[in-house]
């Protein structure tokens, strides 16, 4: 039997950068490969969500991901390909490097890293005040089970400077448009980072191109061994973003984007606190807290929820009335678009399955989301995963206007 490496190559032109890589990993090691399907309810009730059917969004949506990682000689590397369809349109096809990377030694204390990659200085589901060098955390996917992380373009040099003591120097310059995250920027930091018993520390500091500049750190302390307290806190001088005209003129119709870009000089900060406690004989629990400092204020909030019903009710023609509605939904970021979350979940294992069940809370608004995943193992390098996530259709609060209700998903890792 051809090996699905084989059958990739016999295959159309979308799957020949999975192939070439796949090919290339055969030679050293083999790659972990992991499918990923779900079915997304959305929600058209005009009551709670202001885009309908004909304007873009279908009752449901299926999405099919298939990503590679592995290594080869001395490179990581991890490519996704994406193919989502939304009722009976056609259906959409994407192939992404997520990362590639390479690391060199250049003595005993340092190192070179070249490359895309994902660099975590600190742990969080909710929001990475830290995570500058990567895609933020989606709020409808908080364990990307999709696979929808990305590193960004990156030199890292890290050395041991001292015992207990390391600094890193990285830069980064991204191509890609501006974003809600990370995207579109040019970017230093310098970290200093050390250990003291069962105290984590870092220090650091950060230069935007032509945005601003900030300072940040990072805690992590162990008090027991069934115990881990987190916090990470960035603030940052100088602000670059996207924002819909709307939010301060008077109600009215657009007739182009009325996004505009908008820059501040102010301070403005993004922390998390975390706990994590895995007692022996008991679920683990994890609480999160986290603040975005770039998020919506209680007036813009209010002021949104307000053009949004003025534009779904306002006399005109209803091509107008939908294409506006559509540019007011492009303010609801994969991120969320308040300051304020919370988030609470405890896992587990039962019969062979090892379960986590996850509650998050928007602290502004009321807004709750629940998450259960299971997945249990197949056979070495192998298992099966089922997931299943509900957003709260609570009028007036964010979840309510999400594109979604339900996702439900199915999800196989292997290696081949």
């Known amino acids: ?229 987190h916090a990470s806190l960035y603030w940052q001088r100088g602000q670059r973003s996207w924002r819909h005209a709307g939010l301060q003129t008077a109600d009215q119709f657009w007739f182009s984007n009325p996004y505009q870009e908008q820059r501040s000089e102010s301070w403005r900060g993004q922390s998390l606190l975390g706990l994590n406690w895995t007692p022996r004989d008991w679920p683990a629990l994890t609480l999160e807290w986290s603040h975005n400092g770039n998020g919506m204020q209680r007036d813009e909030w209010r002021r949104w929820r307000q053009m949004v019903d003025w534009h779904r009710s306002a006399p005109g023609p209803q091509a107008l009335r939908e294409v506006n509605l559509l540019w007011d939904a492009q303010s609801l970021p994969p991120q969320g678009m308040l300051r304020d979350y919370a988030y609470l979940q405890w896992q587990g294992a039962h019969a062979g399955w090892d379960w986590s069940l996850g509650q998050s809370f928007g602290l502004q608004d009321g807004s709750r989301a629940a998450f259960l995943n299971l997945r249990r193992g197949l056979w070495r390098g192998a298992s099966i995963g089922f997931s299943i996530s509900h957003f709260a259709r609570k009028g007036g609060t964010e979840y309510a206007y999400l594109p979604y209700t339900t996702s439900l998903g199915l999800r196989f890792a292997g290696i081949f």
């Open 1 to 229: 039997m051809p090996s699905v490496c084989t059958r990739w190559k016999s295959g159309n032109k979308v799957w020949l950068l999975l192939a070439g890589l796949c090919g290339a990993a055969q030679a050293q090691d083999w790659p972990t490969l992991t499918l990923y399907f779900s079915q997304q309810e959305n929600a058209l009730s005009q009551a709670y969500f202001p885009i309908t059917r004909a304007n873009g969004f279908a009752a449901q949506q299926q999405t099919l991901a298939l990503t590679l990682d592995g290594e080869h000689a001395g490179f990581t590397w991890r490519v996704r390909a994406l193919a989502a369809r939304a009722g009976g349109n056609p259906a959409q096809q994407e192939v992404r490097l997520k990362e590639l990377n390479k690391v060199w030694r250049l003595n005993q204390d340092c190192k070179l890293s070249l490359g895309k990659r994902i660099l975590a200085w600190d742990v969080g589901f909710l929001l990475q005040p830290l995570g500058f060098f990567q895609t933020q955390p989606n709020l409808s996917d908080l364990q990307d089970l999709a696979g929808n992380s990305e590193g960004l373009p990156l030199a890292l040099l890290s050395c041991r400077v001292a015992q207990g003591l390391a600094l890193d120097l990285a830069h980064s310059r991204d191509s890609a448009p501006l974003d809600y995250g990370n995207r579109g920027l040019r970017q230093t930091v310098l970290r200093l980072s050390g250990q003291q018993g069962q105290l984590s520390y870092a220090l650091l500091a950060r230069q935007v191109r032509e945005v601003g500049h900030g300072v940040g750190a990072s805690l992590s302390y162990t008090p027991l061994e069934s115990l881990e307290a």
